[in-house]
T-cell receptor, first 118, second 116 residues
């Protein structure tokens, strides 16, 4: 048990479908992240929520829409995806401090959702 | 630009042999440094981290890493590899971004293969 739970573990969807990925952390952290992991590529940071506010959006296409209703839950809403969006989507959390203060908390990852877009 | 480099895509070692995985970073100040391991079908698990102080840090599963400021390196080592160590290893660096937050940047990963 990692403390960060992602559901579903596997998802196959067509390009016209709408689906959502869910992440829940039980660690009392206040920052949550979505990463995309594709074969032979570095982990790509997609979104960061710090104290429930989105602080990072790394030029992610609008077909990916994050939602963070509280500090324990993070969603990634998917619609009209492309086959190249097939990847492992990893959620992570950390205990972050307000901006300007030192950061010293490593990330805790979930086991990911393996997404296949057909 | 800030970057993290893991020059070895694959490393193959025999069980019981020693291991060193390389990591170099490009950053103007001392960053926060991490090593993570990922087993198939799993998320990333923290092995160890360096923030300050002693430049040789100990982690879980018998791993250690040494921060060398002069070489901008943070190499991961283990004196005797076990078959269960076969996995993907990621070096990560948390650097201050323009927005004032420390966001981890990951290397491409090194795949460790262990021969019996």
């Amino acid at each position: 048990e990692t403390g960060v739970t992602q559901t579903p573990r596997h998802l196959v969807m067509g390009m016209t479908n709408k689906k959502s990925l869910k992440c829940e952390q039980h660690l009392g952290h206040n920052a949550m992240y979505w990463y995309k992991q594709s074969a032979k590529k570095p982990l790509e940071l997609m979104f960061v929520y710090n104290f429930k506010e989105q602080t990072e959006n790394n030029s992610v296409p609008s077909r990916f829409s994050p939602e963070c209703p509280n500090s324990s839950h993070l969603f990634l809403h998917l619609h009209t995806l492309q086959p190249e969006d097939s990847a492992l989507y990893l959620c992570a959390s950390s205990q972050d401090l307000p901006r300007g203060l030192s950061y010293n908390s490593p990330l805790h990852f979930g086991n990911g959702t393996r997404l296949t877009v057909t | 630009a800030q970057s993290v480099t893991q020059p070895d895509i694959h490393i193959t070692v025999s069980e019981g042999a020693s291991l060193e995985l390389r990591c170099n970073y490009s950053y103007g100040a001392t960053p926060y440094l991490f090593w993570y391991v990922q087993s198939p079908g799993q998320g990333l698990q923290l092995l160890l981290k360096y923030f300050s102080g002693d430049t040789l840090v100990q982690g879980i599963k018998g791993f250690e890493a040494e921060f060398k400021r002069s070489q901008s390196s943070f190499n991961l080592r283990k004196p005797s590899v076990h078959w269960s160590d076969a996995a993907e290893y990621f070096c990560a660096v948390a650097m201050l971004d323009p927005g004032g937050s420390y966001i981890p940047t990951f290397g491409r990963g090194t795949s460790l293969i262990v021969h019996p």
